[in-house]
């Protein structure tokens, strides 16, 4: 069975410290990787996705995909209130199958 | 360029009743998807089109609910009749092609009592 895993927090930070997100993946033939943000009693947004190992930059936000060990993150560097969110992780197996959502992690980002 | 829209934002019905919902996806966008969210989990696709073909119905439970996307473009997710248990947000996303990136609606709020 194709699972997302994500600790579901809530994950506390101050502001301007760094937060890591993580997300691990059942499926290792998953190709596609993305990050959503989702404010209470909204629809998921787009932040970042990610196709090959390594690192993709965006801004304050840092993509982290390692297929090794079917794990992807997300940094979210000089943290914000506004970050405060809740973060999905969603794979594609590829093959124009389904993606599939991990539970979210509850960002508080303190002020 | 305008997002993906759904109506109605709320639905409020009694179990056993039928509601259904509308999505209208972003111009160009071949791929639909529909999804169920319940409170404090992740989205869970419920069925997905490409055009006007059905890619992937698994997990939609079809004594109950029904979907179709005629002519490529609109598409309605009808439940009937409706359960306890389906209480939640019914999300309709879009995408240019199937494994790209893909955009949200505001979604719809049911509550079933």
């Known amino acids: 069975q194709k699972e997302v895993e994500q600790n579901s927090g809530p994950l506390s930070v101050p502001e301007g410290a760094i937060a890591s997100l993580n997300c691990t993946y059942s499926?290792?033939?998953?190709?596609?990787f993305f990050w959503y943000r989702q404010y209470s009693g909204k629809s998921p947004e787009l932040i970042m996705f990610?196709?090959?190992?390594g690192d993709k930059e965006d801004g304050r936000f840092t993509a982290q995909l390692n297929k090794a060990s079917q794990y992807v993150s997300l940094l979210i560097r000089d943290s914000q209130p506004s970050d405060s969110a809740t973060y999905l992780c969603?794979?594609?197996?590829?093959?124009?199958?389904?993606?599939?959502f991990g539970t979210g992690t509850s960002l508080t980002v303190i002020p | 360029e305008a997002g993906v829209a759904q109506s109605p934002r709320y639905k409020i019905i009694e179990k056993r009743q039928s509601v259904a919902f509308w999505c209208n996806p972003i111009?160009?966008?071949?791929?639909l998807y529909w999804y169920q969210q319940i409170l404090g989990q992740g989205p869970k696709l419920l069925i997905q089109?490409?055009?006007?073909?059905?890619?992937?119905d698994s997990q939609l439970p079809k004594d109950r609910f029904s979907a179709e996307r005629l002519k490529g473009v609109d598409s309605t997710l009808k439940i009937q009749p409706a359960k306890l248990e389906d209480s939640a947000v019914y999300l309709c996303?879009?995408?240019?092609?199937?494994?790209?990136?893909?955009?949200f609606g505001p979604g719809t709020r049911l509550l079933v009592l």
């Open positions: 996303a879009s995408s240019y092609m199937v494994q790209e990136t893909q955009y």
């Open positions: 499926d290792r033939g998953s190709q596609s």
């Open positions: 990610i196709y090959s190992n």
């Open positions: 969603a794979v594609s197996p590829g093959g124009g199958n389904q993606f599939y």
């Open positions: 111009s160009g966008h071949a791929t």
């Open positions: 089109f490409q055009n006007n073909g059905v890619v992937d």
